[in-house]
């Protein structure tokens, strides 16, 4: 299990999401996604994604109005 | 939240709710129906927010991330507004209250302002309600978007006659007149319908893979 | 009851359940106001307004008493500050500055665009597609399909200069 990390920060909706897609493809099964972001929408929008899409998702609130995701890819 | 960078804000908030409570009481003696507008404008806002509730989105990301939650969210919106609507003008009607619908000319200009609009709204990163929303929350990308829209608005209105000149339009056609309320009822609902199968298709489909 | 307010002031809410409190909103608006929820019209007359005030657009004839008597100011104002009640609601206030060039353009040029559009369309997402379509009118319908293929164009643009 590794831990990976994108840089989100202050991008627009849904430019982070489609970022992660593409770093999803390449990690293996077990690996986790971290990923933080201020954008309240951005943060939702992943969350849903991730539970439709069968993953593993934990949402924190780190700060006022920044949400920390941990993303864990669980299939392929 | 035991993490230390979270403070909580409720002293702000109860600040916010006086001043909120204040401006309703000040604009309700100018205004009753004003207060009311006022307040149903805050609700819209609060509810926009709460849900994360995106227009821009139901559009764009069936197209970007094969998503269409919003977009099936949307389509019950508009459901539940065509039936409303439907029903307030019949009363309005009944009891010959005077209501305009949104029932505008189509033109040229229908189908160019609104790929425009649709073009705007993703770059910009929200549509007029959302750019208004995230004027709120506090995003200043939205608020320089904010001041494209006022400029983009102006010079719109003012151009309204020349596209008028040069395209020509005719006059909007409300649906009931020409089929009757009750097969438009019902041909709208079957085609929301068919749009929110579609819309449940079109994400199983792209999760699928 | 303890809990349930702070769940429901801390959100955020399923999209469905904002859908349908939404859609009793719109359908007040209609009531209170006896014409439906529009935003961009309103907007226009404030630029109209401003624009007169710094002498680059010449004046016809608008005064600050008809913005103020204007429903339309009032829901503006209301989405405002509604959607910044919300986030102090639930503790989530905070500035979010511009990070990064590109984004400023984006926005600056999309206000533009939307602006433009609503206008000569006479509404937005709102006022002619959501209000449009729930008014019956078969204006709404073409401009929810243009409002889409303009979203396609938008997104294209999107991946090739904003990604």
Known sequence: MTRFSIEIWGEMCPIPLIKAKKKLLSMQCGDVLVLETEHSCTSRGIVVWAKANRYLIEETEVANGIWHLELTKTHD | ?209 | ?163
Not at chain 2, 80 to 105: D, H, K, M
Not at chain 3, 130 to 158: H, P, R, Y
């Open chain 2, 1 to 209: 939240m035991e993490n230390s960078a979270f403070h909580s804000q409720q002293k702000w908030n109860i600040g916010f709710i006086v001043f909120l409570t204040l401006l309703l009481t000040l604009l309700s003696q100018i205004s009753i129906h004003l207060t009311v507008i006022l307040a149903l404008g805050i609700g819209l806002g609060f509810v926009l927010q709460k849900s994360r509730f995106c227009l821009v989105s139901a559009f764009r990301d069936p197209i970007l991330i094969g998503m269409t939650q919003l977009t099936q969210a949307f389509i019950l919106l508009l459901g539940i507004s065509i039936l409303g609507f439907a029903l307030v003008s019949w009363g309005a009607s009944q009891s010959n209250i005077p209501l305009r619908l949104n029932v505008f000319p189509l033109g040229v200009h229908t189908v160019v302002g609104g790929i425009l609009f649709g073009i705007g709204m993703v770059l910009a990163g929200g549509c007029t309600s959302g750019l208004l929303m995230r004027v709120g929350e506090g995003f200043a990308m939205q608020w320089v978007g904010f001041f494209g829209l006022l400029i983009g608005a102006v010079i719109g209105q003012r151009s309204q006659v020349t596209w008028r000149n040069a395209f020509g339009e005719s006059p909007g056609i409300f649906l009931p007149d020409i089929l009757g309320w009750a097969p438009t009822l019902i041909l709208e609902i079957l085609v929301l319908a068919a749009l929110w199968r579609l819309a449940k298709w079109w994400q199983k489909k792209q999760l699928g893979e």
């Open chain 3, 1 to 163: 009851m303890n809990k349930i307010l702070p769940t429901i002031f801390h959100g955020p809410w399923a999209y469905w359940i904002g859908a349908i409190i939404l859609g009793v909103l719109n359908i007040l608006v209609l009531i209170v106001r006896r014409e439906p929820w529009g935003i961009t019209y309103n907007i226009a007359l404030w630029g109209e307004w401003i624009g007169t005030n710094l002498g680059v657009l010449n004046d016809r004839g608008l005064t600050i008493h008809n913005l103020m008597a204007a429903t339309g100011t009032y829901l503006n104002l209301g989405l405002i500050l509604g959607a910044l009640w919300a986030t102090l609601v639930a503790s989530q206030v905070r500035f979010k500055p511009i990070r990064d060039k590109k984004f400023f353009f984006s926005a600056l040029i999309g206000g533009l665009l939307m602006g433009y559009g609503a206008r000569i369309a006479y509404g937005c997402n709102i006022g002619a597609l959501l209000n449009g379509i729930a008014s019956s009118s078969l204006t709404g319908w073409i401009f929810a399909i243009a409002v889409f293929s303009g979203a396609w164009l938008g997104s294209k643009l999107l991946l090739k200069y904003l990604m």
